[in-house]
């Protein structure tokens, strides 16, 4: 079973900013996918970004990057130029390759962007 | 990109009574979906995996008589909250996976959710 840890509750990052939210996961597979996902007060899940675990550079979209780093299991978002529509709750999820399509969740990082 | 609807948003029920909520995949076909359960403040929980044509199959500590999944076709999942309590009072999400396609963040996509409040 894979398990996936966010261990910062809450973060609060001034407007403009930069700031960095931490994902560590266990898992025994392979080929796996890593995502972030935000949740706004809307509760609309909304995919940030992804990762791919056979690939070795850092995906990047727009102001979101992660750093990947496989033999640590780890998969932060850093968010650059923090925004104010940037409030959210951010979830770290893990997918195995293959069929198995389950999601894992970590418990979220809830973020604030403050004017 | 890929829709998918919940229906209803929000949704109060007597105690005792039945809740249907529906979960669309608008404008792709979804061979699993998947139904999930988020209290306040919490991350999402893995309820049951919906596949069409065949028998959900559900996570360990969910109960299969009161939380009836239906997926009848590619582009419908329905959850059926039997016997309602104020204990099932939650936010319910769903989300779908496109069918044919190699599984990736882009391919999995997210319902509104759904309020339930029983009173």
């Known amino acids: 079973a894979q398990t996936v840890t966010q261990s910062q509750p809450e973060m609060s990052v001034q407007e403009a900013e930069t700031v960095t939210l931490s994902c560590t996961y266990d898992?025994?597979?392979?080929?796996?996918?890593l995502f972030w996902y935000k949740q706004p007060p809307s509760r609309q899940m909304i995919l940030v970004i992804r990762q791919e675990a056979y690939k070795q550079q850092n995906a990047t979209e727009n102001r979101f990057s992660v750093n990947f780093q496989k033999a640590a299991k780890s998969f932060s978002l850093k968010i650059s130029d923090s925004q104010l529509g940037d409030t959210a709750m951010y979830f770290c999820?893990?997918?195995?390759?293959?069929?198995?399509?389950?999601?894992?969740f970590g418990k979220g990082t809830l973020l604030t962007v403050n004017p | 990109g890929a829709v998918v609807s919940q229906h209803p948003s929000r949704v109060i029920c007597k105690s005792g009574t039945s809740v249907k909520i529906e979960c669309r995949s608008l404008?792709?076909?979804?061979?699993?979906m998947f139904w999930y359960r988020q209290f306040p403040k919490q991350s999402l929980m893995l309820m049951a995996t919906?596949?069409?044509?065949?028998?959900?199959?559900?996570e360990q500590g969910v109960e299969k008589d009161k939380f009836l999944i239906n997926h009848a076709s590619l582009t419908l999942s329905t959850l059926t909250v039997t016997s309602a309590h104020p204990e099932d009072s939650s936010f319910y999400i769903c989300s779908a996976r496109v069918a044919g396609k190699p599984l990736s963040g882009n391919t999995i996509y997210f319902g509104e959710g759904s309020w339930l409040t029983v009173v």
């Open positions: 999820a893990f997918l195995p390759g293959g069929s198995n399509y389950k999601l894992t």
């Open positions: 404008d792709f076909q979804a061979t699993t």
């Open positions: 919906s596949n069409e044509g065949s028998k959900a199959t559900y």
């Open positions: 898992t025994s597979e392979s080929n796996y996918y």
